[in-house]
């Protein structure tokens, strides 16, 4: 049986949808249903379209005060909210203003003085949310749903394939990857893990029937100076980067929920590893000296 | 033959209970080898509807598999 | 925030299904029959994002397939052989859907056992075959010593039955079988309905049935309940008594359970009624009776209930890349029949397409109250029956299987069981029928086509 695929870009990154089970036409039809729900998705969270749904909640952020919002970013809301929760605060979507001092590539090293400053900025504690209404106790926030959306919007897409008939394919948004449903032929998918030290090697094969995996790293968008190594995702904390932990996947049963494990365990540091045995999820691990574990179907890529 | 049905409502509903309670879950990307073929409970129809036809018409007891099929003069 | 967005990326969808290293069988960590706190919690929160919610995974219609199939059931000796030709063709009608339509062309001859004659020795030496004056049924073979007075000592001290041998219904008769059903499948949500009907045919035996079954999904779709009915209505014209003609009516009731109980293992339990009401005797099977020498009909109850409890389970072995499928049913019936039925097989695939099922398959029975290899007199009420499958005995039968997947669509495969039924092979008590013993072979050639 023929499998169609999809490749395009959205969210910043390469995507691809692939489809089989149904006709051409009629595949096509859902792969642009499905992509037109990405775009939606990213119309409305993207920090990088002025004048959209984002734009609108950071200008209140920016100022102070509140509004109402919709029901699906209520939803989103919520989600960030037990995201905080279970990371003991490091999965933060006030962190985004640290962006402001850490652009890479980095000249020189953020004064500890500016990051102190911009730290007392952050915080889901500093926002109430009730829903439908979200208020901003202090002036000069950001939100930032990069960590949810794109996986998200994987997810979307797979369960708006579902619902239009389609039982075999799955949704890759940049790495973020999405099983709508196994080979016709009731085989797994085999999905290439890349080296993420060397994007250009294996690591290996896994192999997914249903369920998600998704990837949090710092390699693709890392610096090292004076011998140390500063990756683009940070602590709400301290301000800094974390460090410990290079790269992380996750195979959970939706995208969603995959791409926040990899997340929290990267912004754990060394302490991520053992929180993601404890999690014992499918995992894999490798930190900044290239030592590498996980446990589940995704150990066999040791 | 009262009693006996008795016994074996009482097994099969002590069955459904345990086999229900007990059951680890298993996540929807850890069924890959469920799906398999030859993980199915009747792999090959054809085959097993003529395996059982041809046991039920030369043993006294036949069926259990499921319900549905005609009677024949082989028995 | 994290975007790898070169950490997975590459994705193969056209590997040969049975590449070795295609299997993810590496045993996955420890599985908590809870999750974890967190998780738990990321999950269900997920859930309430709108339109994250998977539609419940429903069970679809199958896929296109054709399967043919000749196969040859020969018995030892000069006995029944069958010649049985099978089809069955699955369609699925849209999304909601599938028929199932089978056929069945059934060809039989050669000899079977009618009834069982005694053999009477005495002290003496003698050696006595009682004669037989009469045998019930036109086509029966025809009376030894016709006319002959019946002589035979009394049975005392010094003479009695010495052994007991089958006579056989000569290859006089062939007879066809034409089998057709139909099956419907209708597909809702976590709701299958099934309808089927069909008919047989044969020169003597005519059978029409329905059957209704309804399977429930649930449990995040780790459980699967049945329930299912089937009626079939069966009229008798024997050959052998032209003016006869009876009915049976058949009832089954099904109560089944399916549990994946882990990611390599799963369990079906069912238990069926089976409520037989009317004519239920052989029509061309008799009893022998000593005092007058004749071969009677046999009788048996009209009415038969017949309990099944099937457990049926399949594990997944990784290190041998194979499926072993353990059977184990147990059946107890008001005709005093008990029976127990084992059977494993194992589908161990070699590579390049080809698989490999070895099969044994063990059944023992206890007889039925009222099997009698022969009377002394007749009685005046009560059923008898000298049917050798009524007897108590046991039987092993093993089998092996080739099959060679040409293309994904296309797959041949070669059968063969041999079937060893010994009156000593039971478990349960029961008078010796060692007279009865026999084997079979079954082979088979089928072909499956996905289209």
Redesign the interface.
Known sequence: ME?HRFCFRAM???C?I?L?GMDQNQTKGIYELARAEIERLEQRYSRYRPENLLSAINRVAQAGGSLEVD??TA??L??AA??Y??SDGLFDIT?GILRQVWRFPLDTLPEPATLTGLCARIGWDKVHWERPRLEFLQAGMEL?F??IV?E?AA??A???C??A?I?HG?V?L????R?IG??P??????????N?EQ?AQ?LG????????????????RCQVIQGRRYGH?LNPKTGWPVWGLA?V?V????C??A?????IA?LKGKRGVQWL??????HLWIDSQGKRGG???L??LL | MQRSLDRWRSVLVAGLISLTGCASSVDPWERGVLARPEMTLDPDPLESSLRQHVFFSKEAIGGGHGVGGGGCGCN | MALAEAAVAVIEHSEPLLEARLDPEEPIGPQAPFPHPTLAALTSAAFALPGLATPTQAATPEPRQWDLGYFHYQEHGERMRVESLKQRLVLPLGDDWDLTFNGVRDTISGASPIYDLPEIRCQDGRVITPPVLSVSGASGPLPTNAGAPPERPPLNGDCRIGSVRQVLLEDTFQDTRTLGDLRLNHYRGDLVLGLGAGVSNEKDYDSAFISLDLRKTFNDGLSTLTAGYSLASDTLSPLNQPDLTEDKTAHQFLLGLTQVLSRHELIQLNLTLSDDLGYLSDPYKGIYVLATNQAVAERRPDRRQQWNLLARYVRYVPSFRAALHLDYRYSTSDWGIEAHTLEASWIQPLGAGWSLTPRIRYYSQSEAEFYRPYLETLPDSGDYSSDYRLAGFGAWSWGLKLAQALTDEIQFELGAEWYDRQSRYALQGHSDSAFSDYGFAIYGLSLRWRF
């Open positions: 499998i910043g990154s390469p691809e692939l089989a029901a699906e939803a989103l919520d989600y037990v995201c929760r279970e962190t930032d990069g960590g794109k998200y997810d979307r797979a369960v708006l579902l619902e008939g039982q799955l890759n940049g790495g973020d990857l099983v196994p080979l032929s009731g085989q797994p998918w085999r999905v290439g893990i890349r993420p994007p294996m094969w896994i192999h997914l029937a249903e369920g998600a995996i998704a990837t949090s790293g710092d390699y693709l995702l790269s996947s195979v959970a049963q939706n969603l929920v791409g926040s494990l990899s997340t990267l045995a404890e999690l014992s999820v499918p446990a589940g179907l150990r066999s």
